[in-house]
């Protein structure tokens, strides 16, 4: 497999470079898998689009799609980067490990969210019924629905991009399960 190095701000272009910029000023740096998407003149500021469109859905929930797929897709990258992303939204590292699991006992609402995406994960879109009727029933609209498969959609682009790539990981290293 190509071994594939980090770009640094002077090895991308100059709208990506601007980018750089931005992420430094919002978060204090370029997560490596990001500086990655950076070899395309185009995908990083694709993925940021993506990333930062409007959604119904609150940002725990939005954690919580990220940890789901992720722990499907096997992405250590983006399991590592959510722990740090749940802790600062309010997660504990036990209530972590649940969401990953899909098996959460601290809220029901959240637990239909994640056996949903779980299973919309592993069978490519092709989730249990009944987990669809668990969904609506735990209080989410059909728009929630359209908004959970755009979610679940921007995690499998960096999964992918991270089993691809497997750029070291710049976050304390999630657990294993």
């Known amino acids: 497999m190509k071994t ?3 770009p640094t701000k002077d ?3 100059p709208a990506n470079q601007a980018l750089f910029d931005n992420l430094t000023k919002a978060v204090g740096s370029v997560p490596n898998l990001y500086a990655t998407l950076a070899y395309s003149d185009h995908a990083l500021a694709n993925y940021l689009t993506l990333q930062s469109g409007k959604t119904s859905l609150r940002a725990k929930e939005r954690e919580i799609i990220n940890l789901v797929v ?3 897709n096997k992405c250590l990258y ?3 980067a959510h722990t740090a992303i749940s802790k600062m939204q309010g997660f504990t590292d036990e209530q972590i490990l649940e969401i990953r699991k899909a098996e959460i006992t601290f809220d029901p609402k959240f637990d239909a969210l994640a056996k949903l995406v779980k299973s919309i994960s592993e069978n490519q ?3 249990d019924h009944q987990l669809v009727e668990n969904f609506y029933a735990a209080g989410y609209n059909d728009g929630n629905l359209a908004d959970v498969v755009i979610a679940v959609g921007d995690k499998i682009i960096t ?3 991270f089993a691809l790539t497997a750029v070291p990981i710049d976050f304390p290293v999630a657990p294993e399960l």
Request: charged content about 0%; some cysteine; glycine content about 6%.
């Open 70 to 72: 992720s722990q499907v």
């Open 4 to 6: 594939f190095t980090v």
């Open 78 to 80: 983006c399991l590592s």
């Open 125 to 127: 879109g092709h989730a």
């Open 11 to 13: 090895q991308v272009s």
């Open 159 to 161: 999964n992918y991009m």
